[in-house]
């Protein structure tokens, strides 16, 4: 993933997440905040979160995407949607 690209993921990502969970409250939310430690997305929240990314970035988040690894934090979200977006088509058949 280039420098650039994870950037915009994180920045993309940040921002519906301030405004739909934060309230437009970032101070202290980091790349590598726990979503879930900090209480910061519910369950129901991590299904907006994900119609938002598939809305936003064209993807298909299947049910064993939806892990800790890959939802957790800005952080990996940007590398899960690195390899969504750059996996080959025939890694995904």
């Known amino acids: 993933?280039?420098?650039?690209?994870?950037?915009?993921?994180?920045?993309?990502v940040r921002q519906f997440v301030v405004e739909k969970f934060l309230f437009g409250d970032h101070?202290?939310?980091?790349?590598e905040t726990s979503f879930l430690?900090?209480?910061?997305i519910?369950?129901?929240?991590i299904l907006e979160l994900?119609?938002?990314l598939?809305?936003?970035y064209g993807i298909k988040i299947e049910d064993e995407d939806l892990?800790?690894?890959n939802m957790d934090s800005l952080r990996d979200i940007a590398q899960f949607l690195d390899d969504k977006l750059n996996a080959s088509p025939a890694a995904e058949a």
């Open 1 to 12: 993933m280039s420098e650039q690209d994870k950037k915009n993921y994180v920045e993309t």
């Open 27 to 31: 101070d202290g939310f980091g790349e």
């Open 50 to 52: 994900v119609m938002f």
């Open 37 to 40: 430690e900090e209480g910061i």
């Open 67 to 69: 892990i800790p690894q």
């Open 54 to 56: 598939e809305e936003t």
């Open 42 to 45: 519910d369950s129901t929240g």
